[in-house]
């Protein structure tokens, strides 16, 4: 999987020894989607008991899946009243997603 980004200022050179994760260019990419979606969930004011190594089994054979079209595949929560953990997440079709959060959504606001 390619990546467009982080380019070092030192002329296009890319250091992986000074990676987090290793020289693994697939878990560099991972770990920006999970920084990412862990800041949205502050901003969102839910809670995050997801680890990068959760996110990464999460993610590792489903990498290509992850998208932005309503066919692509995103991480969602099975009860949005429980917060992001490993037993509370599902992979699913975005369009989906989006319909059964907004169903979850306006069902916990009734109460």
Known sequence: MTFRGYVSGQKGKKFPDRWKW??????RIVNRWYLMAKAQARFRKEE?????ADYWNFWADNMEKR??????YVMARIDCSKP???KNIILKKRRDAIVDGKAQREAMEKK
């Open 67 to 72: 998208g932005r079209t309503e066919n692509s």
């Open 22 to 27: 290793g020289p693994s260019n697939d878990k």
């Open 48 to 52: 995050w008991a997801l680890t990068f």
């Open 84 to 86: 992001w953990h490993k």
